[in-house]
């Protein structure tokens, strides 16, 4: 039975852009991760996007990805609250991801332009949308498209584009992630899509300025509550005044915490992050071609974590 699904009424609030533990061999641990998508929803979070951008998505196989979904829905999480990372240049190898990922009851995916190509044009764009949608050849599924911005010289989906894709395909291109961190980048799209289709921002200090209805964040992996509050636009004062610490509102807390990570590689620092609040070391592994941390980097920020008091129930 098709699952009813509404982009506008379901998409919202905040979906951790998951952090994927691997071994030392670099394969993914999906012990690990099922536990870390349990731990976060015990914390109250409910959704989640995996293979995302901080989940490394466009460095793992469809099969890599595949066996990682079964797990994690075999360990209790729904798979109508997950969206999929799917990255590929290849239209065929996008489709089939989707389709068996399908088969497993996931039906949102996000999926990026071909990363290959730096300067593709508006109608190869749309073509290569428009076979994976006619090979995908599915009605009940969803279509995020994600909006790379600065992070990638393959740049995004101009606005023609999107807008052709959302008049032909309206039931399946239903919501946009953005992960500039520029937040006039963010702004053009509410302008012109924000009436239509959710836009998430990626960027966590945005957040407050933008009062969006739904954020992927990858800081929500260490720290969902405080991501939870500013959503929600309700930023209580922290009642734990602890010993230096100098900010207590949720979004000072983000652009601290952003600070401490500073011009560090950003996954190699939430990950180390992650290791030092769960005390598991093998968290710091990350999938190359990701930059890891140098020693004194490393040292630097297990400084900076440990000023920065990260509460468990946070």
Same mark, same amino acid.
Request: with cysteine.
């Given at each position: 039975?098709?699952?009813?699904?509404?982009?506008?009424?379901?998409? #919202?609030?905040?979906?951790?852009?998951?952090?994927?533990?691997?071994?030392?061999?670099?394969?993914?641990?999906?012990?690990?991760?099922?536990?870390?998508?349990?731990?976060?929803?015990?914390?109250? *979070?409910?959704? $989640?996007?995996?293979?995302?951008?901080?989940?490394?998505?466009?460095?793992?196989?469809?099969?890599?990805?595949?066996?990682?979904?079964?797990?994690?829905?075999?360990?209790?999480?729904?798979?109508?609250?997950?969206?999929?990372?799917?990255?590929?240049?290849?239209?065929?190898?996008?489709?089939?991801?989707?389709?068996?990922?399908?088969?497993?009851? *996931?039906?949102? $995916?996000?999926?990026?332009?071909?990363?290959?190509?730096?300067?593709?044009?508006?109608?190869?764009?749309?073509?290569?949308?428009?076979?994976?949608?006619?090979?995908?050849?599915?009605?009940?599924?969803?279509?995020? *498209?994600?909006?790379?911005?600065?992070?990638?010289?393959?740049?995004?989906?101009?606005?023609?584009?999107?807008?052709?894709?959302?008049?032909? #395909?309206?039931? @399946?291109?239903?919501?946009?992630?953005?992960?500039?961190?520029?937040?006039?980048?963010?702004?053009?799209?509410?302008?012109? $899509?924000?009436? &239509?289709?959710?836009?998430?921002?990626?960027? &966590? !200090?945005?957040?407050?300025?933008?009062? !969006?209805?739904?954020?992927?964040?990858?800081?929500?992996?260490?720290?969902?509550?405080?991501?939870?509050? @500013?959503?929600?636009?309700?930023?209580?004062?922290?009642?734990?005044?602890?010993?230096?610490?100098?900010?207590?509102?949720?979004?000072?807390?983000?652009? &601290?915490?952003?600070? *401490? @990570?500073?011009?560090?590689?950003?996954?190699?620092?939430?990950?180390?992050?992650?290791?030092? #609040?769960?005390?598991?070391?093998?968290?710091?592994?990350?999938? !190359? !071609?990701?930059?890891?941390?140098?020693?004194?980097?490393?040292?630097?920020?297990?400084?900076?974590?440990?000023?920065?008091?990260?509460?468990?129930?946070?």
């Amino acid at each position: 039975m098709p699952i009813n699904l509404s982009a506008k009424n379901d998409f #919202h609030g905040v979906w951790p852009d998951v952090l994927v533990p691997l071994h030392a061999d670099l394969s993914i641990d999906e012990a690990r991760l099922s536990s870390h998508l349990r731990n976060l929803s015990a914390k109250g *979070v409910e959704k $989640f996007l995996l293979f995302g951008h901080a989940g490394e998505g466009a460095s793992f196989s469809a099969e890599e990805k595949l066996s990682a979904l079964a797990h994690v829905i075999a360990s209790g999480i729904e798979a109508k609250d997950l969206l999929l990372g799917v990255y590929a240049s290849s239209f065929s190898d996008a489709a089939h991801l989707i389709r068996k990922a399908y088969e497993q009851g *996931v039906r949102r $995916f996000l999926l990026s332009a071909p990363l290959f190509y730096a300067h593709t044009s508006h109608g190869a764009l749309l073509d290569f949308y428009e076979q994976v949608i006619s090979r995908v050849n599915l009605n009940d599924w969803q279509l995020f *498209v994600h909006q790379l911005g600065s992070t990638s010289h393959a740049g995004d989906l101009p606005e023609v584009t999107l807008t052709e894709l959302r008049k032909s #395909h309206p039931t @399946i291109f239903v919501g946009i992630v953005d992960q500039d961190k520029h937040v006039n980048h963010t702004v053009d799209l509410i302008r012109s $899509f924000g009436s &239509e289709i959710p836009i998430a921002s990626c960027h &966590e !200090p945005n957040l407050s300025i933008l009062k !969006p209805s739904v954020c992927i964040s990858a800081l929500a992996n260490v720290v969902p509550n405080i991501l939870r509050h @500013i959503i929600a636009n309700d930023l209580p004062v922290n009642g734990s005044q602890m010993p230096g610490m100098k900010v207590v509102k949720p979004d000072d807390r983000v652009v &601290e915490l952003m600070n *401490v @990570i500073g011009e560090y590689p950003p996954i190699a620092a939430m990950k180390l992050m992650l290791a030092q #609040h769960h005390r598991q070391g093998d968290w710091e592994h990350v999938r !190359p !071609p990701q930059a890891k941390l140098s020693k004194e980097g490393r040292e630097a920020l297990m400084k900076a974590f440990n000023t920065f008091n990260l509460l468990a129930n946070e």
